[in-house]
């Protein structure tokens, strides 16, 4: 049996950005705020021993433990979904900050045409640009909308920047610290990329120029480039992350308890409202039910999803008759790039997680599409992170991948060859989606989530055209060998490729196309939030985070309101 | 016995290539069948005085935690040199210890794979939809290490250690393009853990094991665990610096 625990204002379910930044907002106006969160607390010092490698990239040292939870996969209806048995195409986070601890920290802004997408699509190429199977929808608020929030959340953090990107939507302030240093990988890009009549700037970063206090007391060191970034925790406190900003802002106005090795398994729903949700305690076994007014779901994309889906809260989509809302839209992001082999010697084994610098001109519609068989596009950048031994081993495609001519090949271009990447958006089509694997569970008896996806037509063309591109630049930073990325066919699960999965509970203006409204409030259970990447009709060009961040703001400015008037926000 | 020679002159040789001090093949493990990896504790002894640290990390680290018996660590060992071989730039997998890392790794949590889903039912799926074997990376090492040895006495009549390096790497290419046949798994999924491990043992911090004396981040010009980049970020020229491990914190 499980034991009800006294009834708390607020209970966030996961302690990573979104449910830091609501825990934070909600106890500084007063709101008794409980976190759950079932991995473990961690801080700054649990990373002066960080600089491991094998530990934490390669074994994954901070990422969600999958022998009790994991995903089903499958790339269609007709093929048997399977389980992620191991971390690969994306790393999901577990324990205190989520994978805003392990994050590189670029940190952006989607632009104004992709909240209103559809719209503006029609717009400008008419409505049959892409066929009836891309289930293309606008956001429900648009850019302008969303700026004080985009801006509280860069303050939050500290972002590094500079505004001189022509084609992002107009910024009310300038970012809180200056760009990042430009160094001389970095200046071969600005260079070739500006002799093509493109426009680079610094990529906006959560590893700060300079030390920093944000508006509510915490502060930030200042960015040592030791190339240790994403899959770490940074031992400097000198990147963004929700254990050195907004947990500690929470923890400050003694209205935040945590709870730590706590698992919530279930959504409690009476009528037109929650009463609370059902954890496990870990350790014990036991269960518990903590009764709360609201309840804000702030785990991952997955298993925001997943909680929603076994609590029976909202209908799940269903791509025969496209009815139901949960689980639709699910994207990903598509990543066209090119390797270049240069002759001379760099320091590719310096950096930081966002150092880097990158042009728009290739992002949003801020090309003509007319010509073209896709939408969209992506921010590119060259990024210079931190090469590190075990897993950069780059060789040309006619090498041996063993063997004498390997490590020859592998050891001489550790320090000579370059990456230019590129955050490709990634359209909804009505075959990709989330629901619930009927096969396989979790330690807990759960269903595991099951994922249905592949690239689509829209992918493959927009991979291919931004490769080319990225080849081009590559060619005119003055590398001898220029290789693009391989054609994408079918989603493979094997190989890393991006954290920034998105959709399944996404937001809009109405409950037929939309899982929550725009304060991230469900169309079905009032004082049900549910917060993060999830909430996404489509993913944009950009790495996610500072978009999740500006709507976790948006929504924990609605959860005050509704703890006074009650009702729906919209 | 002509096999027994050839056997012998082809360790000799791989000692030598391997750089190993003549003086240790006289006590060392030669006559025991292991190649290198007793030369420590050998070295050791034949040194005039005191210890330095990779000697003393090479000392601890001569036991075995998950393999058994020599044979089965020296076709580990074997094939760990042919992926990453010893050459002019620097040492091969056996020199940094790899051997001895992946020993280490399999005894442990990567061996069991313990944070990974391992519940059934299992089907072998997609390539899409990535690993689905019941086994644990330990069962596939062992199995692998086992059909290593009987593909070498299958072509050439001879155990996998004893083969010429040509050999050696005719039987890991059949492995790589899965074209022996295993149970449970799949050739080519073993050999793509196996160089894995291999590059793993060769580039991660010393305490791991491998990577004896940072040897491997040396021939690469990673400086490993450094505290800060923020004085040479910007300059142009190349920066070398000597590596440092968690351990010299």
């Given at each position: 049996m499980a034991t009800t625990l006294p009834k708390v204002d607020v209970v966030v379910v996961g302690l990573g950005w979104t449910g830091g930044i609501i825990a934070a907002e909600c106890a500084k106006a007063g709101l008794k705020v409980l976190g759950l969160e079932r991995g473990e607390a961690r801080n700054?010092?649990?990373?002066?021993?960080?600089?491991?490698e094998y530990r934490?990239?390669?074994?994954?040292?901070?990422?969600?433990?999958?022998?009790?939870e994991t995903i089903t996969i499958r790339n269609h209806r007709k093929m048997p979904a399977l389980p992620?048995?191991?971390?690969?195409?994306f790393l999901l986070g577990e324990g205190l900050g989520g994978s805003g601890t392990h994050w590189n920290g670029h940190s952006w802004r989607f632009l104004p045409y992709d909240f209103q997408i559809k719209t503006m699509t029609d717009e400008k190429?008419?409505?049959?640009?892409?066929?009836?199977?891309?289930l293309l929808q606008d956001w429900g608020v648009t850019y302008d909308e969303l700026e004080p929030y985009f801006y509280k959340y860069e303050q939050t953090l500290g972002i590094s920047g500079?505004?001189?990107?022509?084609?992002w939507g107009k910024r009310a302030q300038p970012f809180p610290t200056p760009p990042m240093k430009k160094t001389p990988i970095l200046k071969k890009f600005e260079s070739a990329t500006k002799k093509m009549g493109y426009n680079p700037f610094m990529l906006p970063s959560a590893n700060l120029s300079e030390p920093y206090t944000n508006p509510d007391g915490a502060a930030i060191n200042s960015c040592?480039?030791?190339?240790?970034c994403e899959r770490f925790g940074c031992e400097y406190g000198a990147k963004s992350s929700p254990e050195i900003t907004v947990i500690p802002t929470a923890e400050k106005t003694n209205n935040f308890e945590m709870r730590f090795r706590s698992n919530v398994v279930e959504v409690i729903k009476n009528g037109n409202k929650v009463s609370g949700v059902k954890y496990l305690?870990?350790?014990?076994g036991e269960e518990f039910i903590q009764e709360a007014e609201v309840v804000v779901l702030s785990s991952y994309v997955m298993n925001n999803a997943k909680l929603l889906m076994v609590s029976n809260i909202g209908e799940q989509y269903n791509?025969?008759?496209?009815?139901?809302?949960?689980?639709?839209?699910?994207c990903y992001q598509i990543l066209p790039g090119a390797t270049g082999y240069f002759d001379e010697q760099m320091?590719?084994?310096?950096?930081?997680?966002?150092?880097g610098m990158t042009i728009d001109?290739?992002?949003?519609?801020?090309?003509?599409?007319?010509?073209?068989?896709f939408i969209h596009g992506g921010s590119i950048s060259i990024t210079q992170t931190g090469s590190r031994p075990i897993e950069t081993n780059p060789i040309p495609?006619?090498?041996?991948?063993?063997?004498a001519e390997f490590k020859k090949n592998s050891i001489h271009n550790f320090t000579r060859t370059l990456g230019i990447g590129t955050q490709g958006a990634s359209m909804p089509h009505k075959e990709n989606f989330l629901s619930l694997d009927s096969t396989y569970k979790d330690a807990y008896g759960l269903p595991l989530l099951q994922m249905t996806y592949n690239f689509t037509e829209q992918d493959r063309a927009l991979h291919k055209y931004i490769t080319e591109v990225t080849q081009n630049i590559m060619k005119e930073m003055g590398a001898k060998t220029v290789e693009g990325k391989n054609p994408i066919t079918d989603y493979d699960i094997v190989g890393y490729q991006t954290t920034h999965n998105t959709g399944g509970t996404i937001m809009g203006a109405s409950p037929d196309n939309s899982?929550?409204?725009?304060?991230?409030?469900h169309w079905d259970a009032e004082n049900l939030f549910v917060v993060g990447?999830?909430?996404?009709?489509h993913n944009g060009g950009y790495n996610p985070t500072g978009t999740v961040g500006a709507l976790a703001y948006k929504s924990a400015e609605g959860i005050i309101k509704y703890s006074k008037s009650g009702g729906s926000l919209v | 016995m002509p096999e027994e020679k050839k056997n012998l002159s082809t360790r000799r040789d791989f000692l030598k290539t391997s750089g190993?001090?003549?003086?240790?093949?006289i006590g060392g493990g030669l006559i025991g069948g292991?190649?290198?990896?007793n030369v420590n504790d050998n070295k050791s002894a034949t040194t005039p005085k005191g210890t330095s640290p990779s000697d003393h990390t090479q000392h601890a680290n001569a036991g075995f935690q998950f393999f058994k018996n020599n044979r089965d660590f020296e076709v580990l060992s074997n094939a760990t040199e042919r992926i990453f071989p010893k050459d002019d730039l620097g040492p091969g997998a056996i020199e940094l210890g790899v051997p001895y890392f992946i020993d280490r790794q399999l005894a442990g949590q990567y061996g069991s794979?313990?944070?990974?889903?391992?519940?059934?039912?299992f089907a072998v799926g997609?390539?899409?939809?990535g690993y689905q074997s019941r086994l644990t990376r330990a069962d596939v090492f062992k199995q692998g290490i086992e059909k290593l040895e009987e593909e070498a006495n299958k072509r050439f009549d001879n155990g996998f250690s004893s083969l010429e390096p040509e050999q050696m790497d005719e039987i890991l290419t059949a492995f790589s393009k899965d074209e022996v046949k295993m149970s449970g798994t799949t050739a080519a999924f073993f050999f793509r853990m196996l160089r894995s491990a291999t590059l793993e043992g060769a580039y991660s911090d010393p305490m791991y094991s491998g990577n004896n004396n940072m040897d491997g981040w040396r021939m690469k010009g990673f400086p490993g665990?450094?505290?800060?980049y923020i004085a040479v970020i910007e300059k142009e020229e190349f920066q070398k610096i000597e590596p440092k491990s968690l351990g010299s914190m």
């Open positions: 700054t010092e649990d990373y002066l021993k960080v600089h491991d934490y990239a390669v074994r994954y040292e901070l990422m969600q433990n999958l022998s009790k992620m048995r191991q971390l690969s195409s190429y008419g409505p049959n640009k892409l066929s009836k199977d891309y500079e505004d001189t990107n022509p084609f040592q480039y030791c190339g240790f305690d870990t350790l014990s791509p025969d008759t496209g009815r139901g809302t949960l689980g639709k839209n699910y320091n590719t084994f310096m950096g930081a997680g966002a150092l001109d290739f992002n949003g519609d801020n090309f003509d599409h007319s010509d073209l068989n495609r006619d090498t041996p991948t063993w063997g899982v929550v409204n725009t304060y991230l409030q990447a999830g909430n996404f009709p | 190993v001090a003549a003086g240790a093949l292991l190649v290198g990896y794979n313990s944070k990974e889903y391992m519940h059934g039912p997609a390539p899409t939809q665990h450094q505290m800060s």
